[in-house]
């Protein structure tokens, strides 16, 4: 586990080199979807200190599970796949942040769960930058009047925009689309709908992370590379 993390932090660096940009600017979030507690813990010893999961329930039996070293390491979890409204007081009850938000409805009930558990919630407008239907987000035209909608609720922080884009057999492929979430979430700052806490890009995977990074991203969601396939 050791050995797998400090080989995508060197990836992750000399990425950041070849962009010109500092290491520490970008944050590993280690995708723990399906990943058996005992090596969540393993990563966490070893230094991971974002975890991303995709479902609510899956994650509320293994929150519990690692509180001890979750709070010893001061590690944070991500909700990174869809959520359902009516699942989002158990989501904000459990994670850190709630990188997935894809419509005023979700938000707006985010927002009011947190305002009620004395919570501010950080969160991201996911964007479905190909136009997959089998993927959840927003189109990019609908990115800035929601994210002006959301940056406005009481109890949410909104951090900035995440996408997946579509799969390619070249990682070079998808910088367009690195490249178009980042404009967009140029243009939401030149505006002025967003405040100054908008500054993250959730953006990359195992198969194009270094790719993402040279295209602005500040968060990465690795998964495979760090835990092995998926069974």
């Not at 979890?77 to 409204?85: D, K, N, P």
């Not at 979700?106 to 969160?123: C, H, I, T, Y």
Request: charge should be negative; aromatic fraction near 6%; include cysteine.
């Amino acid at each position: 586990m050791q050995e797998r993390i400090d080989i995508i932090n060197q990836r992750i660096a000399a990425a950041c080199q070849r962009a010109g940009r500092d290491f520490f600017d970008v944050t590993l979030v280690a995708v723990s979807k399906t990943v058996a507690p005992k090596l969540i813990r393993q990563a966490i010893e070893a230094g991971v200190r974002v975890l991303g999961e995709n479902r609510v329930q899956e994650a509320a039996g293994k929150i519990p599970e690692l509180a001890d070293v979750v709070a010893g390491h001061n590690v944070e979890w991500h909700l990174i796949g869809h959520l359902q409204s009516n699942k989002a007081r158990r989501a904000v009850e459990l994670f850190s942040a709630i990188q997935s938000v894809d419509s005023f409805k979700l938000a707006e009930r985010l927002s009011g769960v947190a305002a009620e558990l004395g919570k501010r919630l950080p969160v991201f407008v996911e964007v479905n930058l190909g136009g997959e239907d089998s993927k959840a987000g927003v189109t990019p035209d609908e990115v800035l009047p929601l994210c002006e909608r959301v940056a406005k609720l009481p109890a949410l922080d909104l951090k900035g925009l995440m996408t997946v884009p579509p799969f390619l057999d070249d990682p070079n492929e998808a910088r367009p689309f690195f490249r178009r979430l980042r404009d967009l979430h140029d243009e939401a700052r030149r505006t002025g709908i967003v405040g100054d806490e908008f500054k993250e890009l959730s953006m990359g995977m195992s198969h194009d992370f270094e790719i993402a990074i040279e295209e602005g991203a500040t968060l990465v969601r690795i998964g495979t590379a760090l835990f092995g396939a998926r069974t």
